[in-house]
């Protein structure tokens, strides 16, 4: 099979329904997806039963309805398609009914007090905006998940609420502006996805990976990524035979996985695909990390997604690149050859502007956990303080703008390199800022501080909501403008010298950056319990509730959710490291401390007058770390144990990180050091100098 004939060759897409659904049918299921009419039951029927054919084709012989909890992955409860019939036999049915709608049990998903756990009804309705496919012969329906009484509990409705938000406001704006001919608009978004691949049998000696995804002890390796050898690296024949598989086992799903390559870190990796819409994006990104997962185990790797699961070196992200697309092919953060004479485009980037700026706190809530507060705030990834980029261009631009000055634009040159023999390149107009949170890079927004193993569902919600809100505001006051062209100057010009706070070009890493965000008045949340009381104020919740994407309810479950899944993680990792330090770091530096004293005595008895100065400080020096290890082993079990009276939700994620946390790492520094001291034989798992080897 081709490489054409192979992409999507497992999803019921748009070229598969137009061929094998009736015209009529086909026409009602596409007006349903391309401008949100509602779905006729007996469209529903004929798409389920052509689904069911198409499917059965294919081999597949089941069918689920995949979902996105709270949990943050997906979920799935398979049905088979096979019905008995009178006198033994069988035949193969699909209805509407159960396209359209499912009832998976809900009483064990996160609710965040929505429901009772006795209450177990929870029901998933179909999405047409996205494809169905084949996964492991079954076919899967993307399905939004909410309960008995209406309440989101998964990711994919608010998102869902997001897009028509946004979708509805660009519009009223793109209308006064001339554009009458746009029937929808859409986010698009691309999310780059960072990943380590290590070695199973390694993988398979660490509980600390196997538990919490990190390993939670572990001194620095004489050679990490120092030398910058690893990125953009030649690939090793056995990670290159793993790209390549991830490659044609997502193509297959219609993910359009693109671009590929060696990070900064030792056995870490990058995949980057197309960009398509929010929702595509985030589903295709969930089929993402479960292939890429599925595909380690059969060339012998583990994939960790986690944020951070190596100290001292980088850990890994999840770019998400934002813009908004129309259906007539509008790019609106496309500037054009003159950005500065297309007022829409700056009409669109102020909006961006002022939502970044005044919803700083939700931009931080929308990638806060646990594994990501140790990746936010190193010289690796944008600072947990959200600010902008937009170059030097786009910045001369706006300040013209905002002091009614002529804009010059600067010549369009090239790059010359110093070699006669090269093609002469043309130079952008301005450098790229990796270390800004939110940085634009040409036609999009590229936000750099989702964590590896998020979902992008939260961060595109808030995203949307935001934008979506500022645009409702233009939309009002442009409908009451006499002179629209005008009026958008006069917003342009008010939004910038508001709003221009929040954009800086410098290194978002220097300290003299914080200080300076402290002097403008931006947030500085260092962690995830500091961040997420922001997400129940007052403002938020009405942000929220004008734009139809969460009820109060919703975002006060999701507050408590997010809350106890901080302090469930925290507690894990510290029951492992209490696992970990009594029964493999301590018995180790004891027998070692005691294979030393036995040595140095056996040589002492062949030579009386033999000096074992040395053997006498090592001992001393693991004696101190044998004690300290204790110590802090029962400081770590004592806190653990302190939490269930820590408080509220709140207060519990405070105790966790102000507490629990503090002695995690004190527990660890004595670790670390008894690993360089102990014989390499007797550490009961593999360091780091092993597991960042790829072999």
């Known amino acids: 099979m081709s490489l054409l004939e192979t992409f999507g060759s497992l999803v019921f897409n748009d070229a598969v329904m137009r061929q094998r659904l ?16 509602s779905l006729d039951p007996q469209v529903a029927s004929v798409v389920a039963n052509t689904m069911k054919d198409w499917a059965i ?22 049905d088979s398609f096979l019905s008995p019939i009178d006198g033994g036999g069988a035949i193969m049915e699909f209805s509407g009914k159960e396209l359209v709608r499912g009832e998976p049990d809900a009483s064990s998903f996160p609710s965040g007090g929505l429901r009772a756990t006795f209450e177990a009804r929870g029901y998933t309705a179909w999405d047409p905006t996205s494809y169905a496919f084949i996964k492991d012969d079954t076919l899967c329906i993307p399905t939004a998940f909410c309960s008995y009484g209406g309440h989101a509990l998964d990711k994919k409705t608010p998102l869902l609420r997001s897009n028509e938000a946004l979708n509805h406001q660009v519009r009223r704006v793109l209308r006064l502006l001339g554009h009458l001919d746009v029937k929808k608009v859409t986010a698009t978004v691309g999310p780059e996805q960072e990943y380590f691949l290590i070695d199973r049998d390694l993988y398979a000696r660490r509980k600390d990976l196997i538990y919490t995804g990190r390993t939670l002890f572990g001194a620095r390796p004489p050679k990490g990524q120092e030398l910058d050898d690893h990125y953009f690296g030649n690939l090793k024949p056995r990670v290159a035979a793993y790209m390549r598989e991830v490659d044609e086992e997502l193509w297959k799903l219609g993910v359009s996985a693109k671009t590929e390559h060696n990070e900064v870190a030792p056995c870490q990796h990058e995949l980057a695909p197309i960009f398509t819409t929010a929702n595509l994006a985030t589903d295709h990104n969930q089929l993402t990390m479960e292939i890429m997962k599925r595909v380690a185990a059969k060339h012998g790797f583990v994939c960790l997604l986690h944020e951070k ?12 690149n934002w813009s908004m697309s129309t259906d007539t ?13 297309n007022a829409q485009f700056l009409l669109f980037l102020v909006a961006v502007i002022k939502a970044v700026d005044l919803h700083q ?7 806060a956990s646990a594994g990501n507060d140790h990746r936010l705030g190193g010289n690796e990834a944008p600072p947990y303080i959200v600010s902008m980029f937009l170059g030097k261009e786009l910045e001369e631009i706006l300040d013209a703008i905002e002091h009614h000055s002529a804009y010059v634009a600067g010549e369009r040159t090239e790059m010359n390199i110093g070699v006669k023999t090269l093609p002469r390149i043309p130079k952008d107009t301005t450098d790229r800022n990796r270390t800004s949170p939110f940085a634009f890079t040409g036609n999009k927004f590229e936000f750099r501080m989702p964590g590896s193993s998020q979902s992008i569902a939260e961060v595109n919600v808030v995203i949307n909501t935001a934008v979506a809100d500022v645009l409702m505001e233009f939309a009002d006051r442009l409908e009451q403008a006499v002179d629209i062209r005008a009026a958008v100057e006069q917003i342009v010009v008010e939004t910038i010298a508001r709003h221009k706070r929040i954009i800086f070009s410098g290194n978002n890493y220097a300290e003299a950056w914080r200080e300076e965000a402290h002097r403008r008045g931006l947030l500085d949340l260092p962690s995830t319990p500091d961040a997420l009381p922001y ?15 969460y009820s109060r309810e919703e975002i006060l479950s999701r507050y408590e959710i997010l809350l106890e899944n901080y302090c469930k993680v925290i507690s894990i990792e510290a029951h ?10 301590l018995p180790a530096v004891m027998r070692y401390a005691g294979q030393v004293a036995r040595d140095g005595a056996d040589a002492w008895r062949l030579v009386e007058d033999l000096d074992l100065e ?13 004690n300290g290890l204790g110590e802090k082993t029962q400081e770590l079990d004592q806190a653990s144990r302190g939490l269930d009276a820590a408080g509220d939700s709140l207060g519990k994620a405070r105790y966790c990180r102000e507490v629990i946390f503090r002695r995690m790492q004190a527990l660890r520094a004595l670790a670390d050091e008894a690993e360089t001291l102990v014989d390499k034989r007797m550490w009961p798992f593999p360091g780091y100098g092993e597991l960042l080897i790829t072999k």
């Open 22 to 37: 009736p015209k009529e049918t086909y026409r009602a299921l596409h007006r349903t997806i391309a401008e949100g009419k």
């Open 57 to 78: 084709e294919k081999g597949a012989t089941h069918y689920t309805h995949w979902f996105q909890p709270m949990t943050g992955i997906t979920a799935e409860k398979h």
């Open 309 to 320: 699961p190596f100290a001292g070196v980088n850990g890994s992200g999840k770019h998400n």
């Open 329 to 341: 092919g509008l790019n609106l953060l496309e500037p054009g050859e003159t950005p500065a004479d």
């Open 361 to 367: 706190d939700l931009l931080r809530i929308s990638i």
């Open 535 to 549: 997400l129940i104020r007052e403002e938020n919740i009405a942000l929220f509730e004008r734009q139809k994407v």
């Open 576 to 585: 492992t490291m209490l696992d970990m330090a009594n029964q493999e770091i």
């Open 614 to 626: 040395y053997e006498k400080k090592l001992l001393r020096r693991l004696a101190g770390l044998i």
